[in-house]
């Protein structure tokens, strides 16, 4: 089997493991050297070395050299396995390289994912014939709406617009601030048939690595996350229709970065481009029925694209914040402390008479949310879903 290519490694190396030891990595430095020679075990250990740094307290005061050392000793490590025909364990480290690792060697790494996942794709027997769905066409609406919070789909529902032209979106929703739901837009992605076929998504993605959350939702202390491979996320979901098992929720990641394949089956829409914006990040919301995305604001426009199955979406005004409680601690201050799906009357007595906009956004529809606008969100199926933020040319860069 040839060798994995990782030209900015080989160019860079010499500077990074002088930056390392400049750091106090000389145990690191003599691991990559023994590395170099062909011990998997010293690989292993440069790796846990600088695993160990990159928690040695808060993420944010991490030295990049570290994040940069832990890439570097993941691509050994890879190297190592792929020589060996352990395409799998080559995969998951070099995905493990992605998501914890630093800049400098991002694209010695996505190549080499690149090579690694096609050698994979060859070993692969061929599809069955039979398309095995993630989910199916029949949907029980009346058990979907008994599980929705008081009074949904009650008041004023979310605006509809068909095939809605860049001129008109911006004039009668992106200026005003105003959410719709756009039909129409989505026929030609080839997510909406792709991302629906189990087989599919195993074929490009069974066997890399992602980070997914545990639990009801982020405010929940039993809450945590993992990191697990596509396929065995898939096999979770599908198991997660027992009303007693904890739901995984693939939330807010940027899978398009990592997963170049899933990335070419989707288009950016014309609208975040509206006013001059700027794309700010593109991610994926993938999981079982009943996952709860509590209520909060996000600073930028956004466009939920819903792919595969169904979500309930509840919406308040920015002009409601006051009302609807946010957390006073900083890293929460954009989400709400009132519990939609139980409301404490004695302690949020006015909520229930609050004004809101809601709706069932169905396959192939997307929602505008303008920012700073509350929302909430309830799969009512499995449910794959692509998150777009842009900001306008007249705000800040801060994401």
């Given at each position: 089997?040839?060798?994995?290519?990782?030209p900015?490694l080989?160019?860079?190396s010499?500077?990074?493991l002088?930056?390392?030891?400049?750091?106090?990595?000389?145990?690191?430095v003599g691991?990559v050297a023994?590395a170099l020679?062909?011990?998997i075990?010293a690989?292993?250990?440069?790796?846990?070395?600088?695993?160990e740094q990159l928690?040695?307290g808060?993420w944010?005061?991490?030295?990049?050299?570290?994040?940069d050392?832990?890439?570097?000793?993941?691509?050994h490590v890879?190297k190592?396995?792929?020589r060996?025909?352990e395409l799998?364990e080559?995969?998951?480290v070099?995905?493990m390289?992605v998501i914890?690792?630093?800049s400098?060697l991002r694209?010695?790494l996505?190549?080499?994912?690149e090579t690694v996942s096609s050698?994979?794709?060859e070993?692969?027997?061929?599809?069955?014939?039979?398309?095995?769905?993630l989910?199916?066409?029949?949907?029980?609406?009346?058990e979907a709406?008994?599980?929705?919070?008081?009074?949904?789909?009650?008041?004023?529902?979310?605006?509809?617009?068909?095939?809605?032209?860049?001129?008109g979106?911006?004039?009668?929703?992106m200026?005003?601030g105003?959410?719709?739901i756009?039909?129409?837009c989505m026929?030609?992605w080839?997510?909406?048939t792709r991302w629906?076929?189990?087989d599919y998504?195993k074929k490009?993605?069974?066997d890399?690595?992602v980070?997914?959350?545990v639990?009801?939702?982020?405010?929940?202390?039993e809450w945590?996350?993992e990191l697990i491979t596509?396929?065995q996320?898939l096999?979770?979901?599908?198991?997660?229709?027992s009303?007693s098992s904890?739901?995984?929720?693939?939330?807010?990641?940027?899978l398009?970065d990592?997963?170049?394949?899933?990335r070419?089956?989707?288009?950016?829409?014309?609208y975040c481009?509206a006013?001059?914006?700027?794309l700010r990040s593109?991610?994926?919301?993938?999981?079982?029925a009943?996952t709860?995305?509590?209520l909060?604001h996000?600073?930028?426009?956004?466009?939920l694209?819903?792919?595969v199955?169904?979500?309930?979406?509840r919406?308040?005004p920015?002009?409601?914040?006051?009302?609807l409680?946010?957390?006073?601690e900083?890293?929460?201050?954009?989400s709400s402390?009132?519990?939609?799906?139980?409301i404490d009357?004695?302690?949020?007595?006015?909520v229930?008479?609050?004004d809101?906009?809601?709706?069932?956004l169905?396959?192939g529809?997307m929602?505008y949310?303008p920012?700073?606008w509350?929302?909430?969100?309830r799969s009512?199926?499995?449910?794959?879903?692509?998150?777009?933020?842009?900001?306008?040319s007249?705000?800040?860069t801060?994401?």
């Open positions: 089997m040839d060798h994995l290519s990782t900015i080989d160019d860079e010499p500077r990074l002088q930056a390392i030891s400049e750091h106090g990595g000389y145990a690191y691991m023994q020679a062909g011990d075990r690989a292993d250990a440069a790796r846990e070395m600088a695993w928690h040695s808060a944010q005061s991490v030295l990049p050299v570290w994040r050392a832990y890439s570097m000793a993941c691509i890879a190592y396995h792929y060996n025909g799998g080559a995969l998951r070099l995905d390289g914890m690792g630093g400098l694209k010695d996505d190549s080499a994912i050698k994979a794709r070993a692969q027997n061929g599809s069955s014939g039979e398309v095995k769905r989910v199916s066409q029949e949907f029980d609406n009346a709406l008994r599980v929705l919070p008081v009074r949904s789909l009650s008041c004023k529902l979310v605006v509809k617009r068909s095939a809605l032209s860049l001129e979106f911006l004039r009668e929703f200026l005003s105003s959410p719709v756009i039909t129409d026929g030609h080839p997510a909406r629906n076929n189990i998504l490009v993605a069974g890399r690595t980070p997914v959350e639990g009801k939702n982020y405010l929940c202390q945590k996350q596509f396929s996320f096999e979770r979901i599908q198991s997660n229709g009303s904890v739901p995984t929720y693939l939330a807010q990641h940027p398009f990592q997963i170049n394949e899933l070419k089956d989707i288009c950016i829409p014309d481009f006013g001059g914006g700027e593109l991610n994926a919301w993938f999981g079982p009943r709860v995305t509590p909060h996000d600073p930028h426009h956004n466009i694209a819903q792919v199955g169904k979500k309930y979406i919406l308040y920015a002009s409601l914040s006051e009302e409680h946010p957390y006073t900083t890293m929460l201050s954009n402390q009132v519990d939609l799906d139980h009357e004695t302690k949020f007595p006015n229930l008479d609050l809101f906009l809601d709706c069932i169905d396959e529809e929602l949310i920012p700073k509350w929302h909430y969100v009512l199926s499995i449910s794959f879903s692509v998150s777009f933020w842009w900001s306008d007249g705000s800040s801060e994401s």
